[in-house]
């Protein structure tokens, strides 16, 4: 016959959103029958593994391995924005610090708007679980979705669920669970591919095939150009720029 296990475990902060018919930033005592890993514990509330930055037991730091034993005491924090805490939590072997994302298919404002601001935005409109999971995995991206389900899995190490539908409002939660306001370089991304934005003077050996890009009555008044080298777009200030520029220092002032 299994075993019967009573626990206590808290979720502190922001935790709390994923708990459902369980009392709220309080110790919530558990039964469970049958061994179980601590991931799987924290997972079956309805936590993705990877909102978790810190669990501890008796007071004590463990990874997402560790076998849950009867009586004990468990408390499980969210992540700590950008904070190192390698050497005391043992679950994850370091943070990034280069914040690097992949969207998955519902969210493209978001994926724009991020790109906006300069950051390296891994987004396409069709794409399957198994292949954002990867990519998150192979190369070290935050995975950001709208599905708890997806964060569950094991390959994932750094992700999160963005709460609301309102894109305006999903880009404030990744400011600021992220910290990366100091970190805003607008316009240093594509919008269309992702690609890392240069400037483009005479100096480029293909300034005059890009310039052809460029209609006649622009190259009259702009003297300032940038393009990007994967897809071969051409930028200018442009009447759009003051509004765009003006919707950032707001996202700054947030």
């Known amino acids: 016959m299994d075993q019967n296990f009573f626990i206590t475990i808290r979720f502190y902060e922001e935790l709390n959103d994923f708990l459902k018919n369980h009392p709220l930033k309080r110790d919530i005592i558990h039964k469970f029958t049958g061994r179980r890993s601590v991931k799987d514990l924290i997972e079956c509330f309805g936590v993705p593994h990877t909102e978790v930055e810190l669990i501890l037991v008796q007071g004590?730091?463990?990874?997402?391995?560790?076998?849950?034993?009867?009586?004990?005491?468990?408390?499980?924090?969210?992540?700590?924005?950008?904070?190192?805490?390698?050497?005391?939590?043992?679950?994850?072997?370091?943070?990034?610090?280069?914040?690097?994302?992949?969207?998955?298919?519902?969210?493209?404002?978001?994926?724009?708007?991020?790109?906006?601001?300069?950051?390296?935005?891994?987004?396409?409109?069709?794409?399957?679980?198994?292949?954002?999971?990867?990519?998150?995995?192979?190369?070290?991206?935050?995975?950001?979705?709208?599905?708890r389900q997806l964060l569950m899995r094991k390959i994932v190490t750094h992700g999160f669920i963005i709460r609301s539908d309102d894109p305006k409002i999903q880009l404030r939660e990744v400011l600021d669970r992220l910290d990366l306001r100091e970190e805003i370089k607008p316009f240093t991304r594509c919008l269309i591919c992702n690609g890392r934005i240069d400037e483009l003077t005479n100096e480029n050996e293909s300034y005059s095939d890009f310039m052809k890009i460029v209609p006649p009555n622009v190259q009259i008044w702009a003297r300032e150009y940038t393009y990007c080298p994967l897809c071969l777009k051409v930028f200018w200030k442009g009447s759009h720029y003051e509004s765009l520029m003006k919707r950032i220092r707001q996202i700054r002032d947030l």
Do not use: C, W
């Not at 935005?121 to 190369?139: A, H, M, N, P, W």
């Open 60 to 147: 004590e730091p463990v990874d997402f391995s560790y076998t849950v034993q009867n009586n004990d005491r468990i408390s499980v924090f969210p992540m700590f924005e950008r904070l190192n805490i390698k050497g005391v939590s043992p679950l994850r072997e370091s943070p990034l610090r280069e914040s690097r994302f992949v969207l998955d298919v519902h969210l493209g404002k978001l994926a724009r708007d991020l790109r906006m601001l300069g950051f390296d935005t891994d987004y396409k409109r069709f794409r399957d679980d198994s292949e954002l999971v990867g990519i998150s995995s192979l190369e070290n991206r935050i995975l950001l979705t709208r599905d």
